[in-house]
């Protein structure tokens, strides 16, 4: 066994498919300490520079005084307390849905979702580059599922004219390794009320797009109505841990009952709560945060076009350059990396076989040099 593993791991490393961790020394920020050596961080989905911010820390210490640090149990016993139960009147309130349901973690959130509205053999259609968690969650429903070509309403919508009825659709709002926008208005129309429920799952749009910051749909103009099932996740933009489901009354009714990974997990500590609501304070009042981050998104572009850089069809934080060749594009990760700029290689399984990539991720908490910074270094590697 042991020695199949090791072959097994060998071959992962010959074919530049081997991961390794890198250990951050102290706090997370557009500036990290990794070995001692600090590194200009573009590998971050902290988009609006808010996982260290004082009020933020501030918010977790007070709250750990005040209500100790574990969830004792799971909401459904005796874990469900005041700061969860705030801060989900507040996400729903700040979405404008009927209501909101924390999660742990927005794998927890897919696997749930779609787990409590999907029996065995219902089908599934989704976005072929959707994120794991909502493949997963398919699967592990015992769905059938069927994946349409990216961002592409037409095929599905041919797909769907061969189909008595479909439980859900399910996309990516902002795409994680791509960076572009689901046509959400498309599927609205192809969907419609015929096949079941529209489900977005915004994990890289909550709190970057939109001029309130409320995602792909406000960006899109959408609401309950049209796509009942929205998720977010309040690791990335919101700067700190969890996720939550919004829309309508009886959906989150009967997530409650059914989502076996809200039923069988214990509550968020309830100061990751309270962090959480600071975090969506600060991302609704502070929009010069984003203003801010669309300013840096249009400068890297600018300056990746003139130097001829392989950009993708992203107006996101995340901008990806195409590499192709796994190995080559380790090689300039590697580069920059010791130029002190982190960038990762993503790499299949994680995106199409092929298409190996440096994922850029900007942020708000970036500056001007910062950026120039990255494009001279990538003008020198690819
Ligand atoms: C990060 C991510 C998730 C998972 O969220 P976690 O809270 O990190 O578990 C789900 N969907 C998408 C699109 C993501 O990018």
Redesign the pocket.
């Known amino acids: 066994m042991p020695a199949e593993l090791e072959r097994a791991l060998r071959r992962r490393r010959s074919e530049g498919l081997y991961r390794r961790r890198k250990v951050v020394e102290g706090a997370q920020g557009v500036e990290v300490t990794v070995s001692g050596r600090s590194l200009i961080n573009f590998c971050s ?1 902290d988009y609006l520079g808010l996982a260290s911010h004082p009020r933020l820390v501030e918010a977790m210490q007070s709250a750990a005084a005040r209500y100790g640090v574990g969830g004792g149990a799971s909401h459904l016993v005796c874990g469900h307390m005041a700061p969860h139960h705030a801060l989900e009147e507040e996400l729903a309130d700040f979405t404008g849905r009927d209501r909101a349901l924390l ?8 696997l749930g979702v779609i787990g409590a509205l999907c029996g065995r053999g219902d089908w599934v259609a989704e976005d072929r580059l ?5 493949l997963d969650g398919a699967r592990l429903a015992g769905a059938r599922l069927k994946r349409y070509p990216h961002g592409d309403a037409g095929a599905l919508a041919a797909w769907l004219r061969e189909r008595e009825r479909v439980r859900l659709v399910a996309t ?5 390794m791509d960076g572009d926008v689901a046509p959400v208005g498309a599927l609205v129309s192809v969907v419609a009320g015929r096949h079941g429920w529209l489900y977005v ?4 749009g909550f709190g970057v797009l939109g001029r309130g910051g409320r995602g792909t749909l406000e960006q899109l103009g959408l609401g309950q109505e049209e796509v009942p099932v929205y ?1 977010a ?4 933009a919101a700067g700190v ?3 939550f489901v919004a829309g309508p009354e009886a959906l989150i009714e009967t997530l409650i009952q059914q989502a076996r990974t809200y039923l069988y997990t214990t509550a968020l500590p309830p100061a990751v709560a309270e962090a959480a609501r600071a975090g969506l304070r600060l991302l609704r009042e502070e929009s010069w945060r984003r203003e801010r981050l669309r300013a840096l998104i249009r400068h890297f572009r600018a300056g990746a076009q003139a130097l001829g850089l392989p950009l993708m069809a992203s107006r996101t934080p995340i901008q990806p350059l195409l590499i192709g060749d796994n190995h080559k594009a380790l090689a300039a990760s590697e580069r920059l990396w010791q130029r002190g700029l982190w960038v990762t290689a993503i790499r299949p399984p994680t995106v199409p076989a092929g298409t190996a990539r440096l994922r850029i991720t900007l942020s708000a908490a970036h500056s001007r040099a910062h950026v120039d910074r990255l494009l001279e270094a990538l003008a020198e590697v690819i």
Request: net charge negative.
């Open positions: 989905n999660f742990s973690t927005g794998y927890q959130a897919n959707n994120h794991a968690s909502l990516d709002g902002v795409f994680s799952d915004d994990a890289h998720m996740t309040l690791g990335k841990f969890g996720a």
